[in-house]
C-alpha cells in the first residue's frame, strides 16, 4: 500500500458540490492499494500514519496520535501509475476497485480503532480535494 501524507491546518473533500468530508489540524492521508496489498498492509499503513512524528513541539515531534488530531482519508489509485515508459501512465499495478475499496476502508477502520478521528472522501467519485498544507510537510509512504 503506498500513502501520501501532508500535514494541514485544514483539508477536505467536496462530492457533487457537497463535503462530504472535512478535518480542521492533523494529516491528509492519499491512500492507494496494490494487486499484492493486503488487509494486514493496510492496518500496517494506519500504523505508520498514526505514529508519524511530523508535529512540531516544544520538546521534540509528535503524531496524530499522540496528539489527537485527524486524519483525512482519500483513496488515490493513480499512486500506482507507471509512467517510465511514454506520455500515457499505466495503471496495471492498481489494485481493482473491489480489491481496493475494502482496503482502503481498513485503513480507515484501523485509524479509528487507534482511536484517530477520521474523515474520508468517497471510494470511486469525482472528488475535489482541499488543502491548506502547513510547512509544507508532505510525505510518501509505502509499507
Known sequence: ????VTRVSSASVTVDGQVVGSIGTGL???????RDDDADRARSLARKVHELRVFPTGDGARSVGDLGLAVLVVSQF???????KGRRPS??????????EPLVDEVVAELRRRGTPVGTGVFGARMQVASVNEGPMTLQLEV
Open 78 to 84: 493513480t499512486l500506482y501509475a507507471d509512467t517510465r
Open 28 to 34: 491528509l492521508a492519499l491512500v492507494g492499494a496494490g
Open 1 to 4: 500500500m503506498r500513502a501520501v
Open 91 to 100: 495503471w496495471s499495478e492498481a489494485a481493482p476497485g473491489e480489491v481496493a
